[in-house]
């Protein structure tokens, strides 16, 4: 059974970038999905740097919760027809709307991250319904998706009253 939100990470090549997504998923009962040249889930690094820190995942890996799609667009396409709305991150596009103005609902929800390099191409901002960011009072130009990741996922969580 699909849940109401899903995490999808566009090439994601990271291994400690991966294995908090995954443990993300698994603290929050969240799907991942990644697309594009992402590394793979069972990568013996990201295995690694789970098995650290959760009790032997090495032996008893959990990722159930993951799932691995190659193209980006189809995707987001079977994603749409499944009744789910597709967010977009971004902290540099401006017309992203801020975390905080914005309303989970009902319904089920994807929250995409672009690549750790260049974010969502403009190609790929054109199949969002929305694009959201997470407003910053310093001037870094960006949040790494190990650390917005967990705070849209709360936040989605939290409105929707499933935590």
Excluded at 51 to 71: A, E, G, T, V
Excluded at 79 to 100: D, E, F, N, R, W
Excluded at 104 to 109: L, N
Aim: aromatic letters at 8%; glycine letters at 6%; proline letters at 4%.
């Amino acid at each position: 059974m699909k849940k109401e939100l899903i995490l999808l990470f566009d090439t994601l090549r990271d291994p400690r970038d991966l294995a908090e997504v995954i443990h993300l998923g698994l603290a929050f009962d969240i799907e991942i999905e990644l697309t594009g040249n992402s590394i793979q889930p069972t990568h013996v690094k990201v295995i690694n740097i789970l098995d650290s820190w959760i009790h032997d995942f090495r032996d008893k890996p959990q990722l159930d919760h993951i799932s691995i799609h190659s193209d980006f667009s189809k995707r987001i396409t079977a994603l749409k027809k499944q009744g789910y709305k597709i967010i977009g991150t971004s902290s540099t596009i401006a017309k992203a709307k801020p975390l905080s103005k914005y309303e989970f609902g009902k319904g089920k929800y994807v929250i995409v991250f672009g690549t750790e390099t260049s974010g969502l191409s403009a190609e790929k901002q054109e199949l969002m319904d929305e694009i959201l960011s997470v407003p910053m009072k310093n001037k870094t130009r960006f949040f790494t998706v190990r650390a917005v990741a967990p705070i849209l996922a709360f936040e989605a969580l939290r409105q929707k009253g499933l935590i």
